[in-house]
């Protein structure tokens, strides 16, 4: 079983509706994080977290919100999805500065 | 801010030749120094870092990287392209002190037969 998951794997949705998507890991990591990626500009920070009560806003955070359920728990939320918000996401997990952050499968999205 | 540059978009080699990507960073302090790869439709899997220690590393399906402090890089080579090696490649820091990863915008390598 794949160390991290995350679900849906594609999505698409119209302008303006909420969609959560979600990341679960099992490497017993505090550390998660979500970034999206985009042709030509590589992976960018959205949010991340060091343990359950730390939320931390990446370099894109505008338009989405996060929620750490659990230690293995990190949901991605964009309450009002709009076009330019079309991308592949990607949840990360690592132990600590330094340590390989190993990655989901991603989820592409579509905004239509 | 710390950034990474990737110079190449894309670069094509022919199966069995030298594969070269190159990365520099900008920073006055080394940072830690990443390289991951990414086969289509998949995640992104570590190949190789630089944390401390011998500045020449070796990664996984036959590639290595040298931190070079004096010329700020960290660029990844393979003496032999496989088409197997075919995918975007991303050089990543996090500088020493944050916590954050910056990534690269990435190089797709091409292998022809």
């Known amino acids: 079983d794949a160390d991290v998951t995350q679900t849906p794997r594609n999505r698409i949705t119209k302008t303006g509706k909420r969609i959560m998507l979600e990341c679960s890991q099992t490497?017993?990591?505090?550390?998660m994080y979500w970034y999206r990626q985009d042709p030509g500009l590589g992976l960018r920070l959205i949010y991340y977290?060091?343990?359950?009560?730390?939320?931390n806003k990446g370099e894109i955070s505008d338009g989405y919100s996060v929620s750490r359920q659990a230690q293995a728990k990190f949901s991605l939320s964009l309450e009002s999805a709009i076009p330019n918000q079309t991308a592949l996401y990607f949840c990360a997990t690592n132990s600590g500065q330094g340590d390989t952050q190993y990655f989901g499968p991603g989820t592409r999205l579509t905004v239509l | 801010a710390q950034s990474v540059t990737q110079l190449g978009s894309h670069v094509s080699v022919s199966e069995g030749a030298l594969v070269l990507l190159r990365c520099n960073y900008s920073s006055s302090v080394p940072p830690y120094l990443f390289w991951y790869v990414q086969y289509p439709n998949q995640g992104l899997q570590l190949l190789l870092k630089?944390?401390?220690?011998?500045?020449l590393v070796k990664g996984i399906n036959g590639f290595e990287a040298e931190f070079k402090k004096s010329e700020t890089s960290f660029h990844l080579t393979k003496p032999s392209a496989h088409m197997s090696d075919a995918a975007e490649y991303f050089c990543?820091?996090?500088?020493?002190?944050?916590?954050?990863?910056?990534f690269g915008t990435g190089t797709r390598l091409l292998v022809s037969p």
């Open positions: 990543a820091v996090s500088p020493r002190g944050f916590q954050k990863l910056v």
């Open positions: 630089y944390t401390t220690g011998a500045t």
């Open positions: 490497k017993g990591h505090d550390r």
């Open positions: 977290s060091f343990d359950v009560k730390d939320i």
